[in-house]
């Protein structure tokens, strides 16, 4: 039973609207693009975004929605299937490891809490390289503890590989956390010479170097001092040290990320974190807090953040979550998502009788004034079910597993089947609308103000920013409108114009 209803519950959350909703940008639109570029340069070395290098990331996650591409055609479904497989493994894993140290029911309670949470849900059917990387992550880290419990080579060497994967994923920090998070248990755990002599394995060395340099040697070959730049400097120094493309945040940044992200079972992962005593008695679960601690802190420290960041380190509070399942009252489990329901049942209301005025940015006061007849009843109907299903769990005397897996289900469903089409049609649907407009018109498009690298996906061109002049066919938003004096429409939709220009 748990096996069937673990399948249901990643089908559901990472397979189900795989398609179905447009790029979201910047970051899939600018993943989705460089891999359309890259197979119609023919190029699988470097990647380019509109005809410029792209140096965010390494190249396994443009190869691998590539392969896809080959095989199901451009279409939003296949550059979005490697992170849905990825997360699928990702959700095996998890599963697998934490049975062979508890049991099945602890083991399926750690993966559905994975699979049906909030911020594991979006990454895993998004076109960009998170998923695949915190499958590394957590498979490496796994081999760590299980050298650590068995000291079979196996483990050792199947870390190296997935750290080489990893780093040919997303880079340094693939290798970052697993390095420093086994160095300080095994510090705390006095075997630092064990340790030492583990990480400077000449087979393992070898293994890591076989796999992740060829690329990055062949990359520098091509590129010299462009890919230092761009890549190790820029993309990887650089983003710990400042912050980068505007993503910035105060030192407590990540806690509501967490406390948001983690949803629907927030209250349990706070009460599975909190007995520090206990974890300190049982090697596992030490492992498993460095593990989360780490990454906190690393990334809250960080320059540049992001949200997804911390998702490096939830793999270890799934676990936790699962071993001490059975300690926990489940009586109020429901609340938490109950809490998010209201609000978004809220949230179009008090939008209609105050207005869009609240809203403080002026492009993003345009784009949901323009979207409120999103919020139809089918939207009010599906939320209000959510809210009177969450109210009987709570008031209900039936087993608490049973609760936990319809309040999962249950959010699962709101998150994928209402909320991010509602997001998507709102923000992305124009975006794409526009590029097939300009597509079957054969034009080519200017971006003005705007950076939606998801347009040049569907338009299947390479779309370049520059100053405009008279005659340019322009992508732009309606509040730059105002400084063009004279220009044809000839496509409009919640903020998003294609336009030609008639005067500058």
Known sequence: MYRILLLLAIFVAFFSTLGFVPLFDLDEGAFSEATREMLFRGDYLTTYLNGDLRFDKPILIYWLQALCVKIFGLNEFSVRLPSALASTLWALAIFYFTKRFTDEKRAFV?????VVGLQIT?????????????????????????YYEKKAMKYLYGTFVF?????????????????????????YKGELKA?????????????????????????????????IDGFFLKHNFDRFHSPMEGHYGSLFYYIPVFLIGLLPFTPLFLKSISNFREIFKDDLKLFLMIWFVFVFVFFSFSGTKLPH???????PLFILLGIDFDRFSLKRVSLA????????IALPIVLKIEGVGIIKDEF??????????????????????AVLLSLYLFVAHIKPLYKFVVTGFVFVLVINMTVLPLVANAQQLPIKEAALVAKSKNLDVVFY??????????ERKITHKRDIKNGDFVLTKANRLESIKKYDTIYHKRGVFLIKVIEK
């Open 110 to 114: 750690a993966t559905f809490a994975m």
């Open 122 to 146: 979006i990454i895993a059917k998004a076109a960009i390289a998170d998923a695949l990387l915190n499958l590394f992550i957590a498979l490496s880290m796994f081999c760590i503890y299980l």
């Open 163 to 187: 750290m080489a994967l990893g780093t040919l994923t997303k880079g340094p920090v693939a290798v970052m956390i697993p390095f420093v998070v086994s160095f300080l248990f095994y510090l």
């Open 195 to 227: 340790w030492l002599k583990a990480v400077f394995n000449p087979l393992g060395v070898f293994i890591f170097v076989a796999i992740a340099l060829p690329w990055y040697l062949m990359e520098y070959l091509e590129q010299g001092q462009k890919f």
């Open 309 to 315: 960041y911390i998702i490096y380190g939830y793999t």
């Open 337 to 344: 998502p109950l809490f998010l329901y209201i609000l978004l």
């Open 364 to 385: 993003a006061r345009i784009v949901v004034g323009e979207s409120m007849e999103l919020f139809d009843l089918r939207y009010f109907l599906v939320l209000l079910v």
């Open 449 to 458: 103000h705007i950076n939606t690298p998801s347009f040049s996906f569907y």
